[in-house]
């Protein structure tokens, strides 16, 4: 299969932001940014404020993504997985020294959430990238970051919220979602194991490799692809005499001969509904975008529709994409058709009780 670079679509435009937070924050620091910037730019040398220097980074979209004090190194920072949750510190520390239209800071700071055990707000302009410092994690809860020793120090928990570190509700990541997803170039995607499995459990069954990454909230609930090996290197299996596996792979991993349309209708919060036609091959590229791991389950196989409901799971920061999902197996077939899916966006589960994943992660098959 041909591999195809992805790249997105661009337009000459004033200076774009990919949340209103960024925005508004922009203008409150009178950055002078360039009305057009390039994509992918992570630039901390340009731009300061009050004496510090400014962290300034664009997205695959050439959208600015993150402003904020310098406060981490950036050779680090770059292969950080949770690194939404670095760019929130580096712009929650930055906000406290600027005044933001229309935004009460008091009120502001209640709503975060967010718990100073030592120090305070105001002390985290003084991080630099030389000061030691520590990141724990409580998977989908909270993080923990400490910097210092003595009276210098800082430890802050940061609920792991995405609205909260983002700087957005519900309502706009929904409309990012529907905003971005379409601005991604379609491509076809390698039949090579994909990054995502690349830790993955192996195992082999007749002519089959198995590359598992187990399962959620459900053994029904899996993450597992099926492959076949040529010289030493496994491949995804597209075999029309095995459509069960086929489809699985193909929903798992967006790889197919052929761009898959979807008539995808987004479920918005407040009961509002919006329908969009996009490629399955444009959806998975933005969830690996997010670095999140797929897991898919079958619903119902008949001969000419498989039906299933694949969540798209983002643990570092705690929010999973839901999509039910309808595959005519003419496109397996013939290469035709359309799949049709309903998508509840950005669901936060930092909220969900451990008990919740408890039960689920340990029912029975049979209850199923």
Known sequence: MITMTAFTLGVDAATSFRTHCLEALSKAVKIDLPERIDKNIDNDSTWSFAGKQLRVRTNAYGDVSHIGYKLFD???????????L????ERYALEQDVHIENVDKTEEASRKNVTFIEGNASMLRLRTPDIPFTINEKERREYSVKWGKGGNKVCMIIPADYQLITGTNAIE???IFERDVRRL????????LPNGWNDSEISRSDSLVIASNGYYLSQMIRSDLYMYEVSGKSHISLDTSKPLQSVNNILLTGCCNKEIPVELTIDKYGYIKTDIEISWQQFMLYCQQ??????LGIKSFTEETITATLFAVNYKMAYNHMI???????ILYKGEGKMKGTLYAYTPLHNISEQFFFNNLNQDDSEH
């Not at 379609?186 to 090579?192: E, F, G, R």
């Not at 039910?324 to 003419?330: A, E």
Request: aromatic fraction near 16%; charge should be negative; proline fraction near 5%.
């Open 324 to 330: 039910s999902l309808k595959f005519p197996l003419s």
């Open 86 to 89: 670095l760019d929130f510190i």
């Open 173 to 175: 990541l929904e409309n």
């Open 185 to 192: 170039s379609s491509v076809l995607i390698a039949d090579t």
């Open 290 to 295: 997010e670095n999140c791991k797929f897991y």
């Open 74 to 84: 950036s050779h680090w920072i770059k292969d950080y997985e949770a690194l939404p």
